[in-house]
């Protein structure tokens, strides 16, 4: 089965190009999704109170994502002990997941990795293609504050993210999206269709 990932930063269009692929039929998933899904499970909350404190909790006992993402990228520490922490539960539950894809004959699986910072040391390492969804800097900022997220905070995000040009130097085919949502779509598809049938 085919591990197709496709990458970019904040407000690109890596959803848009998932979506693309999702109509041709491809199973999909999303690994802010799955981190979320991580975020829910007793054992991993008791770990994260240990860590940063049961200010994270809101009133009902769930993780608080704002308020621990407020203690947990304040420097690199403590974002290195929050990735301690969720990444080896989030890597099981996507293994888990590729592996059911894989038995049940999918030819594919498209997986959206915003957090991707290189094929070395991530989830990417066994990928088969790595997309890059690219657009201007303004036009990101733009979509993402239209989707509701509060302009400095887009803007923080985005700090923390790698670069296009290290997005460019990772990927094995890039898209500049800075047309229209069909467009995309299009060239994706267009994409996809060469793929398959070199594969």
């Known amino acids: 089965m085919k591990k197709v990932f496709i990458?970019?930063?904040?407000?690109?269009?890596?959803?848009?190009?998932t979506?693309?692929?999702?109509?041709?039929?491809?199973?999909s998933t999303d690994l802010d999704e799955v981190g979320h899904e991580v975020l829910t499970r007793d054992?991993?909350?008791?770990?994260?109170?240990?860590?940063?404190?049961?200010?994270i909790l809101d009133e009902t006992g769930e993780v608080n994502?704002?308020?621990?993402?407020?203690?947990?990228?304040?420097?690199?520490?403590?974002?290195?002990?929050?990735n301690s922490i969720t990444m080896p539960r989030i890597e099981e539950t996507f293994a888990d997941r590729v592996d059911e894809l894989e038995k049940s004959g999918s030819e594919a699986v498209v997986i959206e990795y915003s957090a991707f910072r290189n094929k070395d040391v991530s989830l990417a390492a066994k990928a088969d293609c790595i997309i890059a969804v690219l657009a201007p800097l303004d036009v990101r900022i733009a979509r993402a504050v239209a989707a509701g997220w509060d302009e400095d905070d887009v803007r923080r995000r985005i700090a923390r993210q790698i670069t296009d040009a290290e997005r460019i130097d990772a990927a094995d085919v890039v898209f500049h999206n800075d047309s229209t949502p069909d467009e995309l779509k299009c060239q994706v598809v267009e994409w996809w269709n060469g793929f398959k049938g070199e594969n």
């Open 65 to 82: 994502r704002p308020a621990l993402a407020a203690k947990a990228f304040v420097d690199e520490v403590h974002t290195s002990l929050l």
């Open 43 to 55: 054992y991993v909350k008791a770990d994260l109170v240990e860590a940063f404190g049961d200010g």
């Open 7 to 17: 990458i970019g930063g904040m407000g690109a269009g890596k959803s848009m190009a």
């Open 19 to 27: 979506q693309a692929l999702a109509e041709q039929g491809l199973p």
